[in-house]
């Protein structure tokens, strides 16, 4: 912070110096430069979102908040696994959530596994396991080998049910920020 360094900086200061990189930080509400948040604007056809490593979501399109209802939510609510295990409304918009919760959950166990002592990442996880006896359970033993990084099913305000498939691109690897498309299917 005294060289004011940006995380790539600072990230090439680490491995200078000790030959390692700082530890992830999962808790981060960084925000995402203007020409990111243009190209999210610019994709009109697909609801896109950028999330950090916590799935917080920090930046998103006119389609996804659409879809998921990010400008109308608190930022702390803007949280992808809070919002699948711990917003029953939300929960009911998602027609194959039993087939889909538990595959985000083991994406979320992979992220988690890149800070697994992070304050913020461990205080989430308790809080979900607090709301939501599924979290509790399948989190003990969700496979790492059968995730999802988005939803592939959800139900829009009107109640039409959408597919999609999505992608994920990396926007920051020092930030852990994803950006993550979404495509009708």
């Known amino acids: 912070k005294a060289f004011k360094l940006d995380d ?25 430069g203007p020409l990111i948040q243009s190209l999210l604007d610019d994709l009109v056809a697909r609801p896109a979102y950028v999330a950090n490593l916590r799935w917080d979501v920090v930046a998103w399109n006119a389609g996804a908040s659409d879809l998921f209802g990010f400008t109308d939510r608190e930022p702390l609510a803007r949280n992808i696994m809070r919002l699948v295990f711990a917003d029953p409304a939300f929960r009911r918009r998602l027609p194959h959530w039993r087939d889909e919760a538990p595959k985000l959950l083991a994406q979320f166990r992979y992220d988690l596994a890149s800070a697994p002592d992070d304050p913020a990442m461990l205080a989430l996880v308790d809080e979900l ?23 592939g099913a959800i139900r829009d305000l009107g109640g039409a049910q959408r597919g999609f498939v999505h992608e994920v691109l990396i926007v920051d690897e020092y930030r852990h920020l994803k950006m993550v498309v979404y495509f009708r299917q």
């Open 129 to 151: 396991k607090s709301l939501s006896p599924d979290f509790r359970q399948w989190f003990q033993g969700a496979s790492m080998e059968n995730y999802a990084r988005g939803i």
């Open 8 to 32: 790539a900086e600072c990230g090439h200061l680490f491995l200078l110096a000790h030959r390692r990189p700082p530890p992830a930080e999962a808790y981060q509400w960084p925000s995402v």
